[in-house]
């Protein structure tokens, strides 16, 4: 089973002062034999349109290795935030869409988060939803009203709550069988958690910064899952869910 980092970034943001290059990308996966990487722009770049062209020629020089999830400001005209989604998933390849409720100051139940899941489901692609940090948008339970209007529509928890929001993120999802977890800054109680509760198809690796890489793999490999379950949780989930030729 191949190892798939559900949750990376490239360029910079002006929101968390970072900026990943896509040389150290590749390095990082590398060194620590990823297989395979879903690259999306951080909430502050500057141009997600820019970036999203840079996951693109990445994913070129690297096919069936970088596959790319879109991230765009929902706060503007339906119209254009659609035209630039369709626009990854139809002309670039994209496997999903990012909402940042922090980065992006946003409400996932609001009129801006409807848009974010009607787009999703009209382009059949999952929606990854920064959870955690940023209350009271991030708060898991915050998304429940979207899970309920579209029950059909793929939805991974970005961080599954960020550790101390890991039991309300758990508790969403045992409600919602459209929910999986994405385990970036999760600690190793809060993970061994999910897979207990929700079963490791629904949990997957992810490192959020390059740096991360090492620390959530050695976490992954720390809690005693059954070989089976770790191939899951660190590629087999996000190779289902994504629908990655990988």
Not at 41 to 46: T, V
Request: aromatic share 6%.
């Amino acid at each position: 089973m191949p190892i798939v980092d559900s949750h990376s970034h490239l360029g910079p943001c002006r929101v968390f002062d970072l900026d990943h290059l896509e040389d150290d990308l590749v390095a990082q996966m590398n060194q620590y034999e990823v297989d395979a990487n879903l690259v999306q722009p951080f909430p502050g770049a500057p141009s997600a349109a820019a970036v999203h062209d840079r996951v693109a020629a990445l994913a070129t020089q690297h096919p069936k290795r970088i596959f790319g999830i879109a991230s765009i400001n929902p706060h503007q005209d339906r119209d254009a935030y659609f035209a630039e989604l369709s626009r990854c998933v139809t002309d670039l390849g994209f496997v999903g869409v990012k909402m940042h409720t922090i980065g992006h100051a946003m409400n996932p139940g609001g009129a801006d988060g409807t848009t974010v899941f009607e787009s999703a489901k009209q382009l059949g692609i999952p929606v990854m939803v920064h959870t955690g940090p940023g209350i009271p948008f991030a708060a898991p339970t915050s998304l429940v009203v979207q899970l309920k209007r579209f029950p059909e529509v793929p939805v991974v928890m970005a961080h599954g709550g960020y550790s101390i929001f890991a039991g309300e993120a758990i508790a969403v999802a045992s409600m919602f069988p459209q929910v999986s977890m994405e385990i970036s800054g999760s600690g190793l109680i809060n993970v061994r958690s999910m897979v207990n509760t929700l079963g490791a198809n629904r949990v997957m690796y992810g490192s959020d910064l390059i740096a991360n890489v090492p620390v959530m793999l050695t976490l992954v490999r720390s809690i005693g899952l059954s070989a089976d379950d770790e191939a899951m949780v660190l590629g087999g989930t996000a190779k289902e869910i994504f629908g990655l030729d990988v």
